[in-house]
């Protein structure tokens, strides 16, 4: 006879209260705390407004450089200096580096042609692109193939040329400004056209808003001026009659005290101590010679500095002689 055991089933587990629940979260955050202060982690670009609108905006054409293709086709592509110079652009100098982290000589043939040695190398090279202001890091690969007669030259234009190729590939990762319109049929418009993540998302708005209303001294520039205010027509006087500023004061009646006549020559060409009656024209220096000169100068102007003597190829060009 037989017996068998009835089947147990494993125990539930108690369900989780709310404050256990809280508990596990905060452990949860204060260990994830704790590694980004120990091994660091990824932060949002922080871009600045300026560089998201560059780097979202369309690419200029004349940047593009073209090449024929296989099968005689136009393809688009950019510099290597040009990519560099875009790079110091936005990221400014010193805030990217490029990495060559390894090369392979992939294929080495030589041959002749009518008794002149030929050789073609064939290079493949893996760069890494770091961006110092996001921490972001971009790693490509290319190979480029290259022929001519001199071993050392071909390998090094080889290399040169797989090299840049990797370089650009890895620089295609921030957008349009960097080739990746190229890719769309040789397109210069803007690929990316939204970005999602919120903080660039933000300033790219912020930007555009921004760029939308001028600064105020662009908007001062560009306010209408006010309306001209209509000028009085001046009465023109009768036959006979004097115009008001010239009739002659009638009988018993003061004339006004007439104003001295106003030097309005420059300071440094005035005379140079008024009242002197050896001071004439302020070209000629009055009597005591240069010292006299120089203190009538120190009381007029207070700059204490002797006026250098004007020759005839000189002309006085509206400064004063302090300034020179």
Known sequence: MTTTTPETKPARAP???????????AEVEQLTAELIEVWGAYRPAEFSEDQMLQLMSDLNPAR?????GGGGSKLSYLEAHDVKATLIRIFGFANFSSELVSYKVENVRQWEVNNKAK?????????????????AVYSEAAASSQTGSDVGEVMDFALKTAES?????????LGTQFGASL???GATADQVRVVLEAAQAKLLSEGRKNRATPPPQQQLAQAPLPPEQPQEPQQ???????PPQQQRPQQGQQRPPQQPPVDDRPMAMADYSQGDPNAHDGLTPPQGGMGAVAGAFN?????????????????????TYGDR
């Open 15 to 25: 369900r989780k209260t709310a404050a256990q629940k809280a508990a596990e979260q």
């Open 64 to 68: 593009v450089s073209q090449r024929t």
């Open 119 to 135: 050789v073609q190398v064939t290079v493949s090279a893996h760069v890494k692109l770091t961006i110092h202001q996001t921490g």
């Open 165 to 173: 190729d990797a370089f650009k590939r890895c620089a295609v990762f």
């Open 183 to 185: 890719y769309a049929q």
């Open 236 to 242: 023109q006087p009768q036959q006979g009659q004097r």
């Open 299 to 319: 009381h007029s102007r207070g700059t204490g500095a002797v006026p250098p003597p004007i020759s005839d190829a000189e002309h006085y060009t509206g400064e």
